[in-house]
């Protein structure tokens, strides 16, 4: 019984929330940024840590004020 039981939460809570994905569709690795709408502070952490080679946006979303910039480096 105990085990119907842990297999069903488990199962509900399978379905809830997403989370930004760990690498491109190419094998590249991918950062998640979060700055203020805005200000382009998200735009100068990519640039920083792709260290000159430029990134390319996987994903951006902006909500209540915050944007969520979802990048990976292009290769060197």
Known sequence: ???VAALAAVSAL???GSSAPLFASDGRPTT?????N???????????????A???VVRQTVESG???L???????
């Open 70 to 76: 979802l990048y990976a480096c292009k290769g060197k």
């Open 32 to 36: 998640l940024v979060q700055c203020t």
């Open 14 to 16: 399978a379905g809830c």
């Open 54 to 56: 430029g990134y390319e």
């Open 38 to 52: 805005g200000s382009d502070s998200c735009d100068q952490q990519a640039a920083a840590s792709c260290s000159g």
């Open 1 to 3: 019984m105990c085990t």
């Open 66 to 68: 915050v944007r969520n």
